[in-house]
């Protein structure tokens, strides 16, 4: 376990997935953590397993990351509560499958809000407080990027979005250490709330063409990576993490496991 001690972090999308995964190993790598989120009941939950009876200082922040006023206001509790911020983590991420023929103006916009915007306001109110302790930032990015799902498309627009909000971000305040964490095949919960004949029909074409959607890594192990980057006392713009030698999708191999990057919230 790479050390954290000392650090003062942010988690936001900590209800569940990778994000609730990496704030327990943040806190028992030693920081203290903020588990923010929509789902104020799974942010307690998450929150006793980190705590562990050990007396670790963690708490939860309900936060809906489509308000603005939320994102400043989770920031500032955590900022308050710490006196003061080391790394904020976004976590947070909504991925319905739909052909994007089928996906709405209220879809689109709700997963920009979610997956860009929120982002951008997190790091607008973190900003000033990085600056002051040389923090850092990382966003969970999507392996699908550049070669999007079928079924994805509306969910890899966004994150392409977020990953060129980053190189923006860091053209813009070069002292700024912000890592784009390009998440390969993780088992999470992703596909829970999918259309199941939908799912079937897209990942026999996602076999057939040979997307990546048969080994996968667990939550547990690529938390653990976040966490290294975390530790890491180098400037990493960009880190992408695969399951060794992913295999492509097999016909019947119905995991609801693909290049999913961040936790529905």
Not at 89 to 116: C, I, M, Q
Not at 234 to 256: F, K, L, Q, S, Y
């Amino acid at each position: 376990m790479s050390t954290l001690d000392g650090y003062r972090i942010v988690v936001v999308g900590a209800s569940s997935g990778i994000g609730r995964e990496v704030g327990i190993q943040a806190v028992q790598a030693g920081a203290s953590v903020a588990f923010a989120a929509r789902r104020a009941d799974l942010l307690e939950s998450a929150v006793a397993v980190a705590r562990g009876g050990t007396g670790a200082q963690c708490f939860a922040i309900p936060c809906d990351v489509r308000d603005d006023a939320q994102c400043a206001g989770a920031v500032e509790e955590a900022v308050a509560r710490f006196g003061g911020l080391d790394a904020v983590v976004y976590a947070t991420g909504k991925s319905p499958l739909v052909r994007s023929h089928d996906a709405d103006g209220d879809t689109w916009r709700e997963l920009f809000e979610t997956n860009v915007v929120g982002a951008a306001m997190v790091t607008r109110a973190a900003l000033p407080h990085l600056k002051s302790t040389g923090g850092r930032i990382v966003f969970l990015g999507s392996s699908s990027v550049g070669r999007p799902y079928p079924g994805l498309v509306a969910y890899t627009t966004t994150k392409a979005a977020l990953h060129e909000l980053a190189r923006g971000l860091r053209n813009e305040h070069p002292w700024l250490r912000l890592t784009t964490f390009v998440v390969g095949p993780t088992i999470t919960e992703f596909a829970n709330s999918w259309d199941t004949d939908l799912f079937m029909e897209m990942h026999g074409r996602w076999s057939v063409e040979g997307y990546p959607a048969g080994n996968a890594m667990a939550v547990e192990d690529m938390a653990a990576q976040v966490i290294r980057v975390l530790a890491s006392g180098a400037r990493i713009d960009e880190v992408h993490v695969m399951p060794d030698n992913p295999a492509p999708a097999t016909e019947g191999d119905a995991t609801g496991t693909i290049g999913a990057s961040t936790t529905p919230d």
